[in-house]
């Protein structure tokens, strides 16, 4: 399995940096064995990445991470990326010469391009001493992993002119002295371009899904290998996973973050209706191929339902609700986590065993509605109200129903219609909220983006009472 094929279900990684990509792959045992230790023992390191998301450490410790259905961690840096690359594989691993002056030519070739892109197409040093500044670059790029500038330069001629022996050369098949001299042979000869492209095998055609909006309009997506639940992040602590049998809304919340996703570019296959409404039939495979959750689990017993979609939503069909509820009634040792805006079908449906039923509150117009949908149904389950985000002062009338409240701000988001900023409600709105579950005895959740992360509160800086 390549790292590309699993970033759809990681969008905290928004692409692989070339030098992670220049690391030599490990042996097949290697990787075998890494990913028996993660799958038995969990992520003991966490996985790099830049301030903007690109991967720079750890794509077989994220793939066995997949594999083994175990959480990953994730970490930022703003390190220089060749720089952690080198330090946390090259340097530890006992590499040819080969290995670490292809490793230090892409970095080059890497370092060229960028430089060209800063000067507008146009590469040159105020004395226009082009050969010198490429000498020097070869020269320090050989120093950063321990080889010659002339062996860099070697391996810069192979990638260029000859990928698959490029390859050879990384994965140590070949020496460097080797894939050089064939390099220049090939180049004689003129012969090189044909030889160096291998023949192209025809890839098997993507076993596909079919899906199927709200008006009836049917696409095809690819079929995952195992159909089972997202892993969440450290950041989601009251659920270990996701699950999307529905996907999209018509709230049209402009600062939506499952909007955002579902309409970027690197999710494009996985969304081909944008955020408009769908239903995902197969994924309803989902919890039946999921190894049951200990009693007592907790927050690993306990899955997020349609975090892409509002459920319950007006538009939504019944029999697309149905099947959900189908599917989780067939595995009732998972705790199912449920949010909507429109709380009033809840009444509608058979009720779980095990679950938290979730209405949203953003503003004072949804107060009585929510508080009458939600008064209208028993369970033994938990009810919750969210207010994330909380875009005004809210009263409640009556919370004596509610087993928890959730407070949280608005996030940015990259919208279709451009960006949306972070929003973070006043201090004095929280602490009245805050008041009211006190006052009815309701506990509540404050969300980390309220003032430790950002947006953050603008907290009160009062001076001394005189």
Avoid at 163 to 186: H, M, N, W, Y
Avoid at 246 to 254: A, L, N
Avoid at 334 to 341: N, S
Avoid at 390 to 399: G, K, Q, R, S, W
């Amino acid at each position: 399995m390549q790292i590309n094929d699993i970033l759809k279900h990681y969008p905290e990684v928004t692409a692989v940096h070339p030098a992670c990509l220049a690391v030599p792959e490990i042996s097949d045992d290697d990787r075998n064995a890494l990913n028996a230790d993660i799958a038995r023992d969990g992520l003991l390191h966490e996985i790099v990445l830049t301030q903007d998301g690109q991967l720079i450490d750890g794509r077989n410790r994220l793939i066995a991470c997949y594999l083994g259905n175990v959480e990953p961690r994730f970490k930022r840096t703003s390190r220089d990326p060749w720089d952690v690359a080198y330090s946390e594989n090259i340097a530890r691993r006992h590499l040819e010469k080969g290995q670490l002056a292809m490793f230090g030519a892409r970095r080059k070739v890497w370092e060229a391009a960028e430089a060209t892109k800063r000067f507008g197409g146009h590469h040159k040093t105020n004395q226009g001493n082009v050969s010198l500044v490429e000498g020097q670059s070869r020269d320090l790029a050989g120093a950063a992993v321990g080889v010659s500038g002339k062996s860099v330069d070697k391996a810069a001629r192979i990638l260029e002119k000859a990928p698959d022996l490029a390859a050879k050369v990384s994965a140590g098949q070949i020496t460097l002295e080797a894939g050089f001299k064939e390099t220049k042979a090939r180049e004689k000869q003129k012969q090189f371009a044909p030889i160096a492209e291998p023949p192209k095998q025809k890839k098997e055609s993507p076993v596909m899904a079919t899906i199927v909006t709200a008006k009836g309009v049917e696409s095809e997506i690819p079929l995952p290998g195992r159909v089972v639940f997202n892993k969440t992040t450290d950041a989601v602590d009251w659920a270990a996973y996701t699950w999307n049998p529905v996907t999209g809304c018509e709230h049209g919340c402009r600062f939506c973050y499952a909007r955002e996703i579902a309409n970027s570019q690197r999710m494009r296959d996985y969304y081909p209706n944008g955020f408009e409404p769908t239903f995902h039939p197969y994924r309803l495979l989902a919890p039946g191929n999921m190894p049951s959750p200990t009693e007592n689990a907790g927050r690993d017993g306990r899955v997020f339902v349609c975090s892409m979609a509002d459920l319950f939503g007006k538009w939504v069909p019944d029999d697309w609700i149905r099947q959900v509820f189908e599917s989780c009634l067939e595995a009732p040792k998972w705790e199912y986590l449920f949010l909507t805006k429109w709380p009033a079908r809840y009444a509608k449906m058979p009720l779980l065993e095990k679950a938290w039923y979730g209405a949203s509150v953003i503003q004072q117009s949804d107060v009585a509605r929510v508080e009458k949908a939600m008064k209208a149904f028993e369970t033994d389950c938990v009810k919750w109200i969210s207010l994330e985000p909380m875009l005004e002062p809210i009263t409640f009338n009556d919370l004596s129903w509610c087993d928890l409240v959730v407070v949280g701000s608005q996030t940015s988001t990259n919208q279709p219609e451009g960006h949306v900023p972070e929003f973070a409600p006043e201090f004095d709105w929280v602490v009245n909220v805050v008041n009211e579950c006190r006052e009815f005895g309701v506990p509540y959740y404050l969300k980390a983006n309220l003032g430790m992360d950002r947006p953050g509160m603008k907290l009160p800086k009062m001076e001394p009472r005189r």
